[in-house]
């Protein structure tokens, strides 16, 4: 797909975003402007965490996630509900594949439903969809 192509993409769900490294990029700096960026970063954490296969790992990246994110007063401290952050509290000691799941769908609703259609509407992505038509209508004059 031409990055045009790709940029207009974005649009249609935070996932085309999240799956490209160029939308990715300006989906964080948009989250940066609004001071939220801790919640794709956590998503992030996340995505990494499930593909970790050795089990003393599972425990030492469970536990970072934790202290960055879930842990009151965390430096990076996601909104999620007091029951979820209470079940990754009570299981963290033993901490499974799946221990973050529901915050991380939590996050990324919030994602969807709050940030991303206010990102379609920032400059951030206005830009780049512009820079993205800019460089594909030079790429077809003939002269």
Known sequence: RSNAGETMAWSESVDTVLASKEGLAAFRTFLKSEFSEENVEFWLACEDFKKTKSSTKIASKARKIYSDFIQADAPKEINI???????????????????????????????????????????????????????????????
């Open 81 to 143: 509900d007091f029951h979820t952050k209470n079940d990754i509290s009570e299981n963290i000691s033993e901490p499974t594949l799946s221990c973050f799941d529901a915050a991380q769908k939590s996050v990324y609703s919030l994602m969807a439903k709050d940030s991303f259609p206010r990102f379609l509407r920032s400059e951030v992505y206005k830009e780049l969809v512009k820079r993205h038509q800019d460089r594909n209508h030079k790429r077809w004059l003939p002269f």
